[in-house]
Nanobody, 127 residues
């Protein structure tokens, strides 16, 4: 599976962006998908995740209430809608795919539970 995130760019504080994560090579309809970000000088951070069917989403503390994850399995694509952006949201955002196996903590951002990782897209939020 190859994953490619896109849609990043420069946005003013308070603005919105929608990121896309397109999968190729095989379908990801049986995979849970996650979004992560790495801010300058910080560790990788879990933004949120979505079940393979799209019926449930999970969010990290920084994303709760502002970001929304959705997926379209017919397009093999996952989305991250980001609203009310803040300068501290500036980061490289990337997507990842996890098999939702019993005992997996993909929903809590466990990095080891993600099997495939894509290259990120840079989001810069100006004040």
């Amino acid at each position: 599976v190859q994953l490619q995130a896109s849609g990043g760019g420069l946005v003013q504080a308070g603005g919105s962006l929608r990121l896309s994560c397109a999968a190729s090579g095989r379908t990801v309809s049986s995979y849970a998908m996650g979004w992560f970000r790495r801010r300058p000088g910080r560790e990788r951070e879990f933004v949120g995740g979505i079940t393979f069917s799209g019926d449930k989403t999970y969010y990290g503390a920084s994303a709760e209430g502002r970001f929304t994850i959705a997926r379209d399995n017919s397009k093999n694509t996952v989305y991250l809608q980001m609203n009310s952006l803040r300068p501290e949201d500036t980061a490289v955002y990337s997507c990842a795919a996890a098999r939702p196996l019993p005992g997996s903590f993909w929903w809590d951002g466990s990095l080891d539970d993600y099997e495939y990782w894509g290259q990120g897209t840079l989001v810069t939020v100006s004040s």
